[in-house]
């Protein structure tokens, strides 16, 4: 039997990653208080510390949510030796499809200089997330951590090529310059 969950709850924590996304693009993550975050997102402050302990915490959970999403749509919990280069596409399309969603904020939050924090947030739980998937395909004389290091550093560095300039790196080659960097081709 599943648990019902609350449709406020599940408002008041959309609310809240919208909000604190908003501001991340207005400005850097330690400039912005809990105060400006509840503001922006219509949200009493006693609510936000009903969900949330702080504003890293805040940033974690969006992060995560974010990321499970993109992570389910792949299906990069179901890889194996066989899909894994396949799955490992359809990661990098569903995540350009995430960034495209509101380009303006992701541009600001992925390329401003001033939102390291964030970044790095961001490239650790996606760091864990393909760790996870490719200790799950066992090559053999590679490290897992070395292996998932290098597709996500490469992964972050061509979604923000497709940022910086979508004419000239639109979503279909990024992916096939992927899908020949993986496939060797």
Sequence with gaps: MSEKVDLRIIKTKRNLYEGLAQLLAE??????????ICDKSLVNRSTFYDHY????EL???MISERLKNITEESELKN??????????LVYIEKAIDFVDLDVNINKEILLNGNNIIVKN???DSILKNVENAISK???SNVSTEALARFYVSGFS???CMHLENPQKYPKEVI????DRIINKR
């Design 27 to 36: 400005r850097p993550y330690e400039s912005i208080k809990i105060k400006d």
């Design 53 to 56: 302990s702080s504003k890293q």
């Design 59 to 61: 940033l974690d959970a």
């Design 79 to 88: 890889i194996n030796h066989e899909n894994y280069k396949e799955k490992f």
């Design 121 to 123: 947030v961001i490239f």
């Design 137 to 139: 395909i066992k090559i």
């Design 157 to 159: 560095e061509i979604i």
């Design 175 to 178: 992916i096939d310059f992927c």
